[in-house]
């Protein structure tokens, strides 16, 4: 591989940390101007326990809940479509079986900030690949940019997971497909989504020479292992290996949804959820129209994809896509756009025929639902 400059991974390291400090000053403002939702805060404690330390807690709302129970207490029914890497990793990091929380917390919030570095080096370096370094900065830029971002620096799986796929897939296109493919195995015990590596592999051994399509083949074989670990895991621990899915049906997850799904949940958004939204309720009118925008890019940068993206990429990005929206609706899908790094690769190239005015509208616009959606996630409101 060629020695990377120095000038890049600085911008790289630079845009990371004011990136964190912005989500710092949108969490202050939140705390200083939203009353604090206490439903869904520190991790299932009393409000008492958040108002303690904020600054720590309030990145472990939500889904944060289930990751810490998982990872202080183990599994129990309901949470098995939470994939494991990501708890352990930090209960191991956090010193043991702790029955500590806030030291498991800090453990994974470590794990997310330093695999949310790893993750932008991997999108700067993937995207050097094929483009000029402005496209590539950009790139960086607009992942940081968009909505949910502040998921990277949450307790939570998107950040490790964004990490190993756009490692594997930089490992894949650089000639070391087994090696991505280990990568791919941890990412399938993160999150179910990485199984969507395996057919991008399968399109990139199309277009490889042949002399190396028996190494990709075997790199796209290794990684269903995590999934297959797991599998084992819930087998061993209440005789089912498929408990994820089945608590999962319970929620709307883990089924492969169709191109047709796409116009329902358009359909279902426009004519039945935003007319009889509560329009003086701004939380929730605000997290809706978030969604549907964001089905809206994803629905645009599909199909614009098909076109201008590498094909590996595109497969990838559709059935990252796809999948979230089987259920007929957009729910969380600004989060789960985090995973689908080819998105913002394909931003940063339409963004390139964008007059410099027009651009800076664009990140001034990303940079202001950022602030707004930080600070009442972080106040605990529903935001993906």
């Known amino acids: 591989m060629k020695k990377w400059p120095k000038a890049d991974w600085r911008f790289v390291l630079v845009a990371f940390v004011v990136w964190r400090l912005a989500l710092a000053l949108f969490q202050w403002l ?18 008492e326990t958040y108002t303690t330390n904020p600054w720590l807690w309030g990145w472990t709302n939500f889904d944060g809940q289930h990751y810490l129970h998982i ?64 496209i590539a900065r950009r790139a960086v830029v607009l992942t940081l940019l968009w909505p949910g971002s502040f998921y990277l620096a949450s307790f939570y799986t998107e950040a490790l997971f964004l990490a190993l796929s756009v490692w594997a897939f930089y490992l894949l296109r650089v000639g070391r497909p087994v090696f991505g493919g280990v990568l791919g195995a941890v990412s399938t015990a993160t999150r179910l989504i990485g199984i969507a590596i395996i057919p991008a592999f399968w399109v990139e051994s199309v277009v490889s020479k042949k002399s190396k399509r028996v190494s990709i083949f075997f790199g796209s074989m290794l990684i269903p292992l995590g999934l297959a670990a797991y599998m084992v895991f819930l087998s061993s621990i209440v005789g089912d290996p498929l ?62 994809g098909f076109f201008k993206l590498r094909a590996s990429y595109w497969v990838y990005l559709v059935i990252s896509f796809l999948v979230p929206v089987h259920a007929l609706n957009f729910v969380s899908l600004p989060r789960y756009t985090l995973s689908m790094f080819p998105f913002f690769i394909l931003g940063s190239v339409l963004l390139e025929s964008f007059p410099p005015v027009a651009r800076n509208v664009v990140y001034a616009g990303l940079l202001i639902v950022l602030g707004i959606a930080t600070a009442m996630f972080t106040r605990g409101y529903w935001v993906a």
């Open 30 to 47: 939140g705390m200083e101007q939203l009353p604090l939702q206490s439903d869904f805060i520190a991790a299932g404690f009393r409000a």
């Open 71 to 134: 990872a202080r207490q183990g599994y129990r029914h309901l949470v098995y479509f939470y994939f494991p890497a990501y708890p352990y990793i930090s209960r191991f990091i956090g010193g043991i079986i702790a029955h500590q929380p806030q030291e498991i917390v800090i453990s994974g919030l470590l794990i997310s900030h330093m695999s949310a570095a790893a993750a932008l080096l991997g999108i700067y370096k993937i995207t050097s690949l094929d483009y000029p370094k402005r």
């Open 243 to 304: 408990a994820f899915s089945r608590d999962g049906e319970i929620f709307g997850e883990y089924r492969l949804g169709t191109p047709f799904s796409v116009p329902q949940a358009l359909y279902r958004y426009l004519f039945k959820i935003l007319p009889n939204l509560n329009y003086s309720y701004f939380f929730g009118t605000f997290t809706a129209y978030l969604e549907l925008a964001t089905a809206l890019l994803l629905t645009i940068f599909s199909l614009v």
